[in-house]
């Protein structure tokens, strides 16, 4: 289902963590889930190839959210996706393995890791015969995209792990442009948190998911 919804990604990767010793509130949340799943299951990826939309990825990250009992580590849930002819072809949403030391730090992260997909993206259309120029990467965090652009040691990030400047790499190599957008407008959000009924509907419908009734 994780393969065809990204509209239950975040909510499938929460419940994941209590596999080994799910609660029944737990089981109430699943069904929850599911239930959701079956008021919606006329929904469907909907590619558009007469859009003339390219390949481009939108990233986000929480900070320190992740209170699961008992490491309360609280780490921050990254998530990001890419988007073809206006529906999502890719889409990632997971706790970050270290601990961010604030919300620039945990969306530098994030926006490392997506650029690693967004490198081997370009790989394969070249490999397909119709090379693109660069990824378009949005993100919603203005300090992250300059860290990421200016190869120079911040105070804030001179800390971090040396695996996470990857991104200044593919930024100098012209793999990737980043761009902002306001978080209103980050559909990458819906993969990081639990969001109200105005934004989910909004996000949802910018993954390319739309009513699209089952034949026969």
């Known amino acids: 289902m994780l393969g065809t919804r990204p509209d239950i990604a975040f909510a499938v990767t929460q419940m994941a963590k209590f596999a080994s010793n799910p609660s029944e509130e737990h089981l109430n949340r699943a069904m929850y889930i ?36 008992p490491d309360l580590k609280r780490r921050s849930t990254q998530g990001y996706f890419f988007k073809l002819a206006s529906a999502a072809i890719k889409w990632h949403s997971r706790t970050q393995k270290l601990v961010a030391t604030s919300s620039t730090v945990a969306e530098y992260m994030a926006l490392s890791d997506c650029a690693r997909d967004c490198a081997w993206f370009k790989t394969l259309f070249t490999e397909l015969g ?39 790499e593919q930024v100098e190599l012209g793999t990737i442009q980043l761009f902002y957008v306001p978080t209103s407008e980050n559909t990458a959000d819906l993969f990081t948190k639990n969001l109200g009924p105005t934004l989910f509907l909004q996000h949802r419908s ?4 739309e009513f699209y009734p089952l034949m026969g």
């Open 130 to 168: 119709k090379p693109i120029d660069f990824v378009p990467l949005l993100g919603d965090n203005r300090g992250a995209i300059f860290n990421a652009q200016n190869p120079v040691t911040q105070k804030g990030i001179k800390h971090i792990d040396i695996k996470y400047h990857y991104i200044r």
């Open 206 to 209: 910018d993954l390319g998911l």
């Open 34 to 69: 599911l239930r959701y799943l079956q008021g919606t299951r006329e929904y469907a990826l909907v590619f558009d190839g007469n859009s003339n939309e390219g390949l481009h990825a939108y990233c986000d990250s929480s900070y320190g959210d992740d209170k699961t009992e």
